[in-house]
């Protein structure tokens, strides 16, 4: 079965950095689409970032262009996030989310890990 | 990318119907017919509830369905359950090459 497991979350102080992995299993890792997508305590859903399945298409919300960088190695079926010049408001529980194809949303999500920027 | 307009929440009895607005602009929901929703019980991950305004993945039940008019997608819930009690969240493709998510709504069972 499909499964997507987050990791690399934890307290940060303002101006760190952190990054992020994503370890995907039970589907052919290469041919997706991935996208991270977090949410602030009490929040809703925020887009963060995708990369297409071969690496060469990128995009970033605007809230974290310049600061954070997606990419991914197919070789280890696993997505990475790496966060710098973090700051108060990028705390959040971050998802990693497998694309479904065609710009159609997300159908497999990963449990989240928690990301606290805080001094 | 500003966010798509949802109503904060809703509400219903078991067995009632209830719908959710998401309202956009001509350039995401009125452009793309490429609406999803999401459902999100306290502490979990969102589950994917329908697709391309009105698609359901496997598994989910046919009392969620979808639809769309101009630049506002609709989730409705027929037959409302206990379970289905949770957030909804719904997300649109944009003229940005961006997907961007709606405020979120959340559903109370009466």
């Known amino acids: 079965q499909v499964q997507l497991v987050e990791s690399g979350g934890g307290l940060v102080k303002p101006g760190g950095s952190l990054r992020l992995s994503c370890v995907a299993s039970?589907?052919?890792?290469?041919?997706?689409?991935m996208s991270w997508i977090r949410q602030a305590p009490g929040k809703g859903l925020e887009w963060v970032s995708y990369?297409?399945?071969?690496?060469?298409?990128?995009y970033y919300a605007d809230s974290v262009k310049g600061r954070f960088t997606i990419s991914r190695d197919n070789a280890k079926n696993s997505l990475y996030l790496q966060m710098n010049s973090l700051r108060v408001e990028d705390t959040a529980v971050y998802y990693c989310a497998r694309g479904r194809g065609g710009n159609s949303g997300w159908d497999y999500w990963g449990q989240g890990t928690l990301v606290t920027v805080s001094s | 990318q500003s966010a798509l307009t949802q109503p904060a929440s809703v509400s219903g009895s078991p067995g009632q119907s209830i719908t959710i607005s998401c309202t956009g602009t001509s350039s995401d929901v009125g452009v793309y017919n490429y609406v999803s929703w999401y459902q999100q019980h306290p502490g979990k991950a969102p589950q994917l509830m329908i697709y391309k305004v009105s698609n359901r993945p496997s598994g989910v039940p046919d009392r969620f369905s979808g639809s769309k008019s101009g630049n506002t997608a609709s989730l409705t819930i027929s037959g409302l359950q206990a379970e289905d009690e949770a957030d909804y969240y719904c997300?649109?493709?944009?003229?940005?090459?961006?997907?961007?998510f709606g405020g979120g709504t959340k559903l109370t069972v009466l």
């Open positions: 990369i297409s399945s071969s690496g060469s298409t990128i």
């Open positions: 039970g589907f052919t890792f290469s041919d997706y689409y």
């Open positions: 997300s649109s493709y944009t003229t940005s090459s961006t997907p961007v």
